[in-house]
């Protein structure tokens, strides 16, 4: 099994960044697809962004292109979200997530492994 451990969250103004990081046990890190989800108060889980396995594919949800970028580096077992031009709509539970699939995906059912969450609040 893979532990993911996210860390980074905290609390920003409108239009500041932050960078979330996601730090993963086990020895097959670099074989398995990594997204980010993030979810609101009364609102169900959502896809934010997603990493393939060597890191040359990206693909993002509509309401952060342009403004977040995922990465990973399998030497370190980890993957990180820069969020920048933050809004007070970002505020949500951040959640690192891992699926064993060659492709990338973009449904919470999807992923096999979750971490515990960090809280990104966006202040107006």
């Known amino acids: 099994q893979v532990q993911l451990v996210e860390s980074g969250g905290g609390l920003v103004q409108a239009g500041g960044s932050l960078r979330l990081s996601c730090a993963a046990s086990g020895r097959t890190f670099s074989r398995y697809v990594m997204g980010w989800f993030r979810q609101a108060p009364g609102k169900e889980r959502e896809f934010v962004a997603v990493?393939?396995?060597?890191?040359?594919?990206?693909f993002y949800a509509d309401s952060v292109k342009g403004r977040f970028t995922i990465s990973r580096d399998n030497a370190k077992n980890t993957v990180s979200l820069q969020m920048n031009s933050l809004k007070p709509e970002d505020t949500a539970v951040y959640y690192c997530a891992a699926a064993n699939t060659i492709v990338v995906v973009t449904t919470t059912r999807e992923y096999n492994y979750w971490g515990q969450g960090t809280q990104v609040t966006v202040s107006s």
């Open positions: 990493i393939s396995w060597s890191g040359g594919h990206t």
